[in-house]
Protein backbone atom coordinates (compact mmCIF):
# COMPACT_ATOMS: atom_id res chain seq x y z
CA UNK A 1 0.00 0.00 0.00
CA UNK A 2 2.93 2.43 0.90
CA UNK A 3 4.36 1.39 -2.18
CA UNK A 4 2.08 2.26 -4.77
CA UNK A 5 1.20 5.85 -2.64
CA UNK A 6 4.67 6.29 -2.85
CA UNK A 7 4.44 5.61 -6.76
CA UNK A 8 1.50 7.51 -6.99
CA UNK A 9 3.44 10.28 -5.90
CA UNK A 10 6.50 9.99 -7.92
CA UNK A 11 4.61 10.19 -10.82
CA UNK A 12 2.20 12.82 -9.97
CA UNK A 13 5.37 15.15 -9.17
CA UNK A 14 7.13 13.68 -12.41
CA UNK A 15 3.59 15.30 -14.10
CA UNK A 16 3.36 18.23 -12.60
CA UNK A 17 6.88 19.13 -13.09
CA UNK A 18 6.80 18.34 -16.79
CA UNK A 19 3.59 20.75 -17.41
CA UNK A 20 6.12 23.10 -15.20
CA UNK A 21 8.66 23.29 -17.51
CA UNK A 22 6.29 22.84 -20.71
CA UNK A 23 4.42 26.26 -19.63
CA UNK A 24 8.64 27.31 -19.15
CA UNK A 25 9.25 26.50 -22.50
CA UNK A 26 6.32 27.89 -24.28
CA UNK A 27 6.71 31.08 -21.97
CA UNK A 28 10.14 31.59 -23.65
CA UNK A 29 9.04 30.53 -27.06
CA UNK A 30 6.04 33.53 -26.96
CA UNK A 31 7.93 36.96 -28.17
CA UNK A 32 5.87 40.01 -26.57
CA UNK A 33 6.11 42.69 -28.61
CA UNK A 34 4.73 46.18 -27.63
CA UNK A 35 4.16 49.00 -30.71
CA UNK A 36 4.18 52.49 -29.73
CA UNK A 37 2.08 54.28 -32.04
CA UNK A 38 -0.58 58.08 -31.85
CA UNK A 39 -3.79 58.64 -31.09
CA UNK A 40 -6.42 56.97 -32.18
CA UNK A 41 -7.75 59.46 -34.70
CA UNK A 42 -4.24 59.65 -36.28
CA UNK A 43 -2.34 57.56 -38.48
CA UNK A 44 0.03 55.53 -36.32
CA UNK A 45 -2.12 54.09 -34.60
CA UNK A 46 -3.88 52.25 -38.08
CA UNK A 47 -0.39 51.51 -38.99
CA UNK A 48 0.69 50.40 -36.02
CA UNK A 49 -2.23 47.92 -35.69
CA UNK A 50 -1.80 46.52 -38.94
CA UNK A 51 1.88 45.82 -38.70
CA UNK A 52 1.32 44.34 -34.90
CA UNK A 53 -1.78 42.16 -37.02
CA UNK A 54 1.15 41.23 -39.95
CA UNK A 55 3.66 39.82 -37.27
CA UNK A 56 1.54 38.12 -35.27
CA UNK A 57 0.29 35.85 -38.40
CA UNK A 58 3.85 35.51 -39.47
CA UNK A 59 6.21 35.10 -36.77
CA UNK A 60 5.89 32.33 -34.71
CA UNK A 61 5.19 33.35 -31.49
CA UNK A 62 4.91 36.49 -32.02
CA UNK A 63 2.43 38.22 -29.69
CA UNK A 64 2.39 41.83 -30.42
CA UNK A 65 0.16 44.81 -29.99
CA UNK A 66 -0.13 48.44 -31.04
CA UNK A 67 -0.16 50.54 -27.91
CA UNK A 68 -2.13 54.23 -28.09
CA UNK A 69 0.20 56.98 -26.85
CA UNK A 70 1.36 60.66 -27.66
CA UNK A 71 2.96 60.48 -30.51
CA UNK A 72 6.37 60.91 -31.47
CA UNK A 73 8.40 62.42 -28.54
CA UNK A 74 6.48 60.43 -25.79
CA UNK A 75 7.29 57.59 -28.08
CA UNK A 76 11.35 58.23 -27.92
CA UNK A 77 11.05 58.60 -24.44
CA UNK A 78 9.06 55.02 -23.90
CA UNK A 79 11.79 53.32 -26.37
CA UNK A 80 14.62 55.09 -24.05
CA UNK A 81 13.18 53.75 -21.37
CA UNK A 82 12.27 50.43 -22.60
CA UNK A 83 8.45 50.42 -21.83
CA UNK A 84 8.63 49.17 -25.50
CA UNK A 85 10.32 47.64 -28.04
CA UNK A 86 9.13 49.21 -31.39
CA UNK A 87 7.56 52.65 -32.10
CA UNK A 88 6.81 54.93 -35.21
CA UNK A 89 7.80 58.45 -34.72
CA UNK A 90 8.88 61.64 -37.13
CA UNK A 91 12.33 61.27 -38.50
CA UNK A 92 13.10 64.80 -37.29
CA UNK A 93 12.85 63.52 -33.33
CA UNK A 94 14.34 60.31 -34.35
CA UNK A 95 17.51 62.58 -35.16
CA UNK A 96 17.33 64.71 -32.40
CA UNK A 97 16.83 62.45 -29.92
CA UNK A 98 19.72 59.73 -30.99
CA UNK A 99 21.82 63.28 -31.44
CA UNK A 100 21.20 64.22 -28.05
CA UNK A 101 19.68 68.01 -29.43
CA UNK A 102 16.79 70.33 -28.56
CA UNK A 103 14.07 68.65 -26.27
CA UNK A 104 16.98 65.91 -25.97
CA UNK A 105 19.92 68.17 -24.98
CA UNK A 106 19.92 66.86 -21.35
CA UNK A 107 19.11 62.81 -22.28
CA UNK A 108 20.09 61.55 -25.71
CA UNK A 109 18.96 58.45 -26.80
CA UNK A 110 21.40 55.70 -27.20
CA UNK A 111 19.26 52.53 -27.37
CA UNK A 112 17.25 53.88 -30.45
CA UNK A 113 17.69 51.62 -33.91
CA UNK A 114 15.93 51.85 -37.52
CA UNK A 115 13.78 49.33 -39.06
CA UNK A 116 12.10 51.40 -42.12
CA UNK A 117 10.95 54.37 -43.42
CA UNK A 118 7.11 53.76 -43.98
CA UNK A 119 5.53 57.01 -45.62
CA UNK A 120 5.58 60.77 -45.62
CA UNK A 121 4.08 62.44 -42.54
CA UNK A 122 2.27 66.13 -44.07
CA UNK A 123 2.15 68.75 -41.71
CA UNK A 124 -1.48 70.53 -42.14
CA UNK A 125 -2.91 73.26 -40.88
CA UNK A 126 -6.55 72.64 -40.78
CA UNK A 127 -8.35 76.31 -40.66
CA UNK A 128 -12.12 76.97 -40.68
CA UNK A 129 -13.60 78.26 -43.76
CA UNK A 130 -15.13 81.40 -41.86
CA UNK A 131 -12.39 81.92 -39.20
CA UNK A 132 -10.59 84.79 -41.71
CA UNK A 133 -7.01 82.86 -41.94
CA UNK A 134 -4.96 82.83 -44.87
CA UNK A 135 -1.80 82.34 -43.94
CA UNK A 136 0.28 81.97 -40.81
CA UNK A 137 0.37 85.64 -39.89
CA UNK A 138 -3.38 85.24 -39.54
CA UNK A 139 -3.09 82.76 -36.96
CA UNK A 140 -2.14 86.31 -34.49
CA UNK A 141 -4.57 86.11 -32.33
CA UNK A 142 -6.47 82.76 -32.76
CA UNK A 143 -7.26 80.01 -31.25
CA UNK A 144 -5.10 77.65 -32.38
CA UNK A 145 -4.45 73.60 -31.37
CA UNK A 146 -0.50 72.71 -31.49
CA UNK A 147 -0.91 69.27 -30.72
CA UNK A 148 -1.07 67.34 -27.74
CA UNK A 149 1.67 67.52 -25.22
CA UNK A 150 5.02 65.70 -26.11
CA UNK A 151 4.60 65.14 -29.79
CA UNK A 152 5.99 65.70 -33.01
CA UNK A 153 3.02 67.75 -34.23
CA UNK A 154 3.40 70.06 -31.16
CA UNK A 155 7.31 70.36 -31.83
CA UNK A 156 6.09 71.04 -35.78
CA UNK A 157 3.79 73.81 -34.58
CA UNK A 158 6.21 75.89 -32.69
CA UNK A 159 9.04 75.34 -35.40
CA UNK A 160 6.70 76.89 -38.16
CA UNK A 161 5.21 79.68 -36.12
CA UNK A 162 9.14 80.31 -34.97
CA UNK A 163 9.91 80.67 -38.63
CA UNK A 164 7.51 82.83 -39.33
CA UNK A 165 7.77 84.77 -36.43
CA UNK A 166 4.68 84.16 -34.31
CA UNK A 167 5.43 82.46 -30.96
CA UNK A 168 2.51 80.67 -28.77
CA UNK A 169 2.42 84.24 -26.77
CA UNK A 170 0.78 85.59 -29.89
CA UNK A 171 -1.83 82.75 -30.38
CA UNK A 172 -4.56 81.28 -27.65
CA UNK A 173 -2.61 78.03 -27.85
CA UNK A 174 -4.53 74.73 -27.19
CA UNK A 175 -2.75 71.30 -26.47
CA UNK A 176 -4.97 68.63 -27.96
CA UNK A 177 -5.03 65.17 -29.49
CA UNK A 178 -5.67 64.25 -33.02
CA UNK A 179 -9.36 63.51 -31.71
CA UNK A 180 -9.85 66.34 -30.17
CA UNK A 181 -8.37 69.04 -31.97
CA UNK A 182 -11.27 67.30 -34.82
CA UNK A 183 -14.12 67.53 -32.15
CA UNK A 184 -13.25 71.49 -31.32
CA UNK A 185 -13.02 72.23 -34.39
CA UNK A 186 -16.66 70.83 -35.20
CA UNK A 187 -17.36 72.70 -32.56
CA UNK A 188 -16.36 75.81 -33.56
CA UNK A 189 -14.05 76.10 -30.42
CA UNK A 190 -10.88 76.85 -31.94
CA UNK A 191 -10.14 78.56 -35.40
CA UNK A 192 -7.34 76.15 -36.61
CA UNK A 193 -5.27 72.70 -35.98
CA UNK A 194 -1.49 71.66 -36.45
CA UNK A 195 -1.56 68.12 -37.65
CA UNK A 196 1.21 65.98 -38.81
CA UNK A 197 0.07 63.31 -39.95
CA UNK A 198 -0.28 60.48 -43.27
CA UNK A 199 -2.87 61.61 -45.69
CA UNK A 200 -5.80 61.42 -45.73
CA UNK A 201 -6.12 62.09 -42.05
CA UNK A 202 -9.42 60.32 -40.27
CA UNK A 203 -9.21 63.26 -37.95
CA UNK A 204 -9.36 65.89 -40.71
CA UNK A 205 -12.22 63.73 -42.66
CA UNK A 206 -14.20 63.95 -39.69
CA UNK A 207 -14.10 67.66 -39.36
CA UNK A 208 -14.54 68.09 -43.52
CA UNK A 209 -17.40 66.37 -43.06
CA UNK A 210 -19.85 68.89 -40.93
CA UNK A 211 -17.67 71.92 -41.82
CA UNK A 212 -16.07 74.14 -44.69
CA UNK A 213 -12.72 74.08 -43.73
CA UNK A 214 -9.03 74.57 -45.59
CA UNK A 215 -5.51 73.77 -45.37
CA UNK A 216 -2.80 76.68 -45.07
CA UNK A 217 -0.89 77.04 -48.41
CA UNK A 218 2.89 77.54 -48.13
CA UNK A 219 4.54 79.52 -51.15
CA UNK A 220 7.49 78.02 -52.85
CA UNK A 221 9.97 80.48 -51.56
CA UNK A 222 8.26 79.16 -47.95
CA UNK A 223 9.41 75.78 -48.67
CA UNK A 224 12.80 76.43 -50.42
CA UNK A 225 13.37 78.28 -46.75
CA UNK A 226 11.92 75.93 -44.04
CA UNK A 227 13.87 73.28 -45.99
CA UNK A 228 17.36 75.27 -45.73
CA UNK A 229 16.16 75.84 -41.70
CA UNK A 230 14.74 72.45 -41.16
CA UNK A 231 16.45 69.49 -43.63
CA UNK A 232 13.92 67.37 -42.68
CA UNK A 233 11.19 69.53 -44.16
CA UNK A 234 10.42 68.75 -47.79
CA UNK A 235 7.88 70.28 -49.93
CA UNK A 236 4.63 68.22 -50.85
CA UNK A 237 1.13 68.33 -52.63
CA UNK A 238 -1.82 67.58 -51.02
CA UNK A 239 -3.93 66.92 -53.96
CA UNK A 240 -7.52 68.67 -54.35
CA UNK A 241 -10.43 66.45 -53.43
CA UNK A 242 -8.41 64.89 -50.44
CA UNK A 243 -11.09 66.53 -48.00
CA UNK A 244 -14.43 66.91 -48.62
CA UNK A 245 -14.61 70.78 -49.85
CA UNK A 246 -10.55 70.79 -50.44
CA UNK A 247 -11.17 71.95 -54.39
CA UNK A 248 -7.27 73.10 -55.22
CA UNK A 249 -4.01 71.75 -54.94
CA UNK A 250 -2.43 72.58 -51.21
CA UNK A 251 1.71 72.96 -51.07
CA UNK A 252 3.07 72.54 -47.78
CA UNK A 253 5.71 70.42 -46.17
CA UNK A 254 6.29 66.43 -44.67
CA UNK A 255 8.62 64.38 -42.79
CA UNK A 256 9.07 60.91 -42.71
CA UNK A 257 7.18 58.32 -40.28
CA UNK A 258 10.06 55.88 -39.27
CA UNK A 259 9.74 52.42 -37.66
CA UNK A 260 12.25 52.19 -35.01
CA UNK A 261 13.17 49.42 -31.91
CA UNK A 262 14.56 49.33 -29.47
CA UNK A 263 18.48 48.05 -29.85
CA UNK A 264 18.33 45.43 -27.28
CA UNK A 265 16.32 43.36 -29.49
CA UNK A 266 17.98 40.14 -31.11
CA UNK A 267 19.45 40.42 -34.86
CA UNK A 268 16.65 37.19 -35.78
CA UNK A 269 13.71 38.86 -34.02
CA UNK A 270 14.01 42.35 -36.20
CA UNK A 271 15.13 40.25 -39.30
CA UNK A 272 11.63 37.95 -38.76
CA UNK A 273 9.92 41.67 -37.94
CA UNK A 274 11.29 43.40 -41.46
CA UNK A 275 10.77 40.47 -43.31
CA UNK A 276 7.07 40.25 -42.37
CA UNK A 277 6.57 43.89 -43.00
CA UNK A 278 7.89 44.08 -46.81
CA UNK A 279 6.35 40.29 -47.55
CA UNK A 280 2.44 41.01 -46.27
CA UNK A 281 2.31 44.90 -47.65
CA UNK A 282 -1.13 44.22 -48.85
CA UNK A 283 -2.30 43.04 -45.69
CA UNK A 284 -1.34 47.13 -44.40
CA UNK A 285 -2.20 48.32 -47.29
CA UNK A 286 -5.82 47.08 -46.62
CA UNK A 287 -5.80 48.33 -43.58
CA UNK A 288 -4.61 52.14 -44.15
CA UNK A 289 -4.07 53.61 -47.40
CA UNK A 290 -1.21 55.35 -46.66
CA UNK A 291 0.77 51.72 -46.42
CA UNK A 292 1.05 51.85 -49.69
CA UNK A 293 3.62 54.15 -49.14
CA UNK A 294 5.86 51.75 -47.22
CA UNK A 295 7.99 50.27 -49.83
CA UNK A 296 11.28 48.29 -50.30
CA UNK A 297 13.20 50.63 -52.45
CA UNK A 298 12.34 53.87 -50.14
CA UNK A 299 12.76 51.99 -46.82
CA UNK A 300 16.00 53.85 -46.09
CA UNK A 301 14.83 57.23 -47.35
CA UNK A 302 14.98 59.57 -44.55
CA UNK A 303 16.21 57.45 -42.09
CA UNK A 304 17.97 59.81 -39.48
CA UNK A 305 19.08 56.57 -36.93
CA UNK A 306 21.53 54.00 -37.50
CA UNK A 307 20.09 50.47 -38.43
CA UNK A 308 19.03 47.87 -36.37
CA UNK A 309 21.41 44.91 -37.41
CA UNK A 310 17.99 42.53 -38.14
CA UNK A 311 16.89 45.21 -40.85
CA UNK A 312 20.37 45.52 -41.92
CA UNK A 313 20.48 41.45 -42.69
CA UNK A 314 17.29 41.43 -44.57
CA UNK A 315 18.10 45.11 -46.50
CA UNK A 316 21.54 42.84 -47.63
CA UNK A 317 19.43 39.82 -48.08
CA UNK A 318 17.49 40.98 -50.61
CA UNK A 319 19.87 43.42 -52.72
Do not use: C, W
Amino acid sequence: MLKNKTRFLLVSTLILVSLLVSGLVSAQETTFLSIATGGTSGTYYPIGGAIAKVLNENIAGMNASAQSTGASVTNTRLIYNKEVELAILQNDIASYAVNGEKQFADNQVNNMTGIASLYPEIIQIVVRSDAGISSIADLKGKKVAVGAPGSGVEANASQILDFFGLSYDDIDEDYLSFGEAASRLKDRQIDAAFLTAGIPTAAVMDVAATQDITLLNFSDDDIASLNAEYPFLTGVTVPAGTYNGLDKDVQTVALKAILVAEAGLSEDTVYQITKAIFENRDTLIAAHDRAKDIKLETALDGMTVKLHPGAQKYYDEVK
